[in-house]
């Protein structure tokens, strides 16, 4: 119960700071921190849901929240760019207007079902960052995997470093301690053992990961079509979707030209920007970004929040981003975030 607590503890403090932020900005109080754009992060699109316990809620926001975004930033005087234009547009801008990119990892269907509609009725660019192990049906997502097996109300045995881990699930505080224990596993252990052994438990209460991400991820063939349209760009997002931070130089290098090499089989064209797993310390740092570039990149996003500038570029393969969050999906939250006002109360 405590666990939960913090959590929604740590909800409301955010939620608090957007609201002194918003505040902010409708006084237009610091306005350089809004630099030259922004790139927004999305992961799911889609109707919400009403379960108690949705513990990847964060990942996910509505259609309707998306067109409430693209209608604040148009009224606050953003224009919409693709990815593939950030770099010539902090070089030399084409406008005074502040730019905005919106970007969606991993590959979800829904992401043509719902998000593409609202894209497509405003004439606004985006890019889905395709990961190759998941559209292939080779690796699956241990997140999704989680809240699946965690759902089922069960007791659960996982096989850890240090022994069987054993994780009640059946009241809506175990569904969540459960959660953070099986996060913090898979976060501690080799990621790739971690999930693995995740999966095996998973079976035993009738849940198939890989079921999951058939249901869930898009295939190359639906995201060969889904690339034809003229506002979408398939961007590289690894194959497995590990943390690349602990990979051995080889595995970061195969995990950077596999997954761009896919996206170039399905395109005709290799892809000039990647995304990060997790875009934080598990896979963005100095020695990931530097193969990046070797890779042949233009440009690599993260997690972290931020704005841009023409001095982003001297980190260009680790470009800000600033989540959409599923927790806090109101339209004055949206421009709050865009001004730069919120990376900068929080430290970052």
């Not at 919409?80 to 969606?104: C, G, K, N």
Request: hydrophobic share 45%; proline share 4%.
């Amino acid at each position: 119960m405590a666990g939960q607590m913090i959590k929604d503890l740590k909800i409301s403090a955010i939620r608090g700071a957007l609201e002194v932020s918003a505040a902010m900005a409708a006084l237009g109080l610091f306005p350089s921190l809004r630099g030259s754009g922004v790139i927004f992060t999305l992961h799911r699109v889609r109707p919400l849901g009403s379960d108690a316990f949705a513990p990847n809620r964060h990942l996910e926001i509505s259609p309707d929240f998306l067109e409430k975004a693209i209608l604040t930033l148009k009224a606050a005087g953003y224009r919409f760019i693709s990815t593939d234009m950030v770099r010539r547009e902090l070089l030399t801008p084409s406008s005074s207007q502040p730019f905005a990119v919106f970007t969606l990892d991993d590959g979800f269907r829904d992401n043509v079902d719902h998000a593409l509609p609202v894209f497509d009725r405003h004439g606004v660019p985006f890019t889905i960052f395709a990961c190759r192990g998941f559209s292939e049906r080779s690796h699956t997502m241990w997140w999704e995997t989680a809240a699946a097996m965690i759902a089922e109300g069960r007791t659960l045995a996982i096989e850890t470093d240090h022994g069987p881990m054993r994780l009640a699930c059946q009241t809506l505080a175990d569904k969540h301690k459960a959660f953070a224990r099986i996060a913090t596993m898979i976060a501690a252990e080799d990621e790739a053992l971690a999930i693995e052994r995740l999966n095996a438990a998973a079976y035993t209460v009738g849940v198939d990961p890989y079921a999951i991400v058939a249901e869930n991820i898009m295939d190359g063939g639906e995201l060969r079509k889904a690339a034809a349209h003229p506002l979408l760009t398939l961007g590289a997002h690894t194959v497995s979707h590990r943390g690349l931070a602990r990979l051995s130089d080889d595995e970061i290098l195969d995990e950077l030209n596999q997954s761009a090499d896919y996206v170039a089989s399905l395109t005709g064209k290799r892809p000039r920007v990647f995304a990060y797993p997790y875009g934080d310390q598990r896979s963005a740092t100095d020695r990931t970004a530097a193969y990046a570039q070797w890779a042949g990149f233009e440009l690599s996003v993260t997690t972290r929040a931020g704005t841009l500038s023409d001095a982003s570029l001297e980190k260009a393969h680790l470009l800000p981003r600033i989540s959409l969050n599923g927790h806090y999906q109101a339209a004055r939250y949206v421009k709050a975030l865009a001004s730069g006002i919120p990376s900068r109360l929080s430290g970052r």
